[in-house]
């Protein structure tokens, strides 16, 4: 079955650089998200990007966030300058058309020190 | 803004038991309702989506069910086994589809 992939898998940064999450959403799939949970928190919306741009974002995708797909198959979050609050376990999703159901990818645990 | 809670926050039942997981949201506005498991440190795996325009949806032992009009879904699983243990998440989207809002998830326990 196919999935959406997501690397690394556990990231260590430290307060203030610049990390990228990397994801390869499904093939065939149009509509691309991200999302994070905060250890024992609700999982939360970022961003979903659609036809090459972000369709819609929340309060907490502020100008520190970018998404990008540089190339057609990699779905890319950078976050310009991290802080501790930004520690959290972000996920990518992926869906061919919103009638369906999402498939997420398995999560990238992002902490800050 | 839409607010979705579940309950109750866990459960823990021996393995054989039929059970009900529910969720409520506070606006009645909704596009789909989604069910998700998800396993300590792991991803989200979907279970079962409704369409606002449907009552239930039924996916092997599970069931799911909508009244949009009353804000409440429910969703039950019969024959538990310890497999199932997870947390349940309920997430509903009112925007085309384009984002859900999930709730805090109802953690299951299932004895053998």
């Known amino acids: 079955e196919p999935e959406v992939t997501q690397t690394p898998s556990h990231q260590v940064t430290q307060m203030g650089q610049e990390v990228i999450l990397r994801c390869v959403p499904i093939?065939?799939?149009?509509?691309f998200y991200w999302y994070r949970q905060i250890l024992g928190q609700k999982v939360e919306f970022l961003v979903s990007?659609?036809?090459?741009?972000?369709?819609?974002k929340s309060e907490i995708f502020d100008d520190q966030f970018s998404v990008e797909r540089p190339d057609g198959s990699n779905f890319t979050l950078k976050i310009r300058s991290t802080k501790l609050e930004d520690s959290a376990m972000y996920f990518c999703?992926?869906?061919?058309?919103?009638?369906?159901?999402?498939?997420f990818g398995s999560g990238t645990r992002l902490t800050v020190v | 803004k839409q607010e979705v809670t579940q309950i109750p926050a866990a459960l823990s039942v021996p393995e054989g038991e039929n059970l009900v997981l529910n969720c409520s949201f506070t606006?009645?506005?909704?596009?789909?309702l989604q069910w998700f498991r998800q396993d300590p440190g792991k991803g989200l795996t979907s279970l079962l989506l409704i369409q606002s325009s449907q009552r239930e949806q039924t996916s092997g032992r599970l069931n799911a069910s909508l009244d949009k009009s009353s804000g409440r879904s429910t969703l039950y699983i019969a024959a538990s086994q310890p497999g199932d243990s997870a947390t349940y998440l309920c997430a509903v989207s009112d925007n085309y589809g384009q984002n859900f809002v999930f709730g805090p998830g109802t953690r299951l326990s299932v004895l053998p």
């Open positions: 093939s065939n799939h149009l509509y």
């Open positions: 990007f659609y036809n090459n741009e972000i369709s819609e």
């Open positions: 999703a992926s869906v061919r058309q919103v009638e369906v159901g999402y498939t």
């Open positions: 606006d009645s506005a909704i596009y789909n």
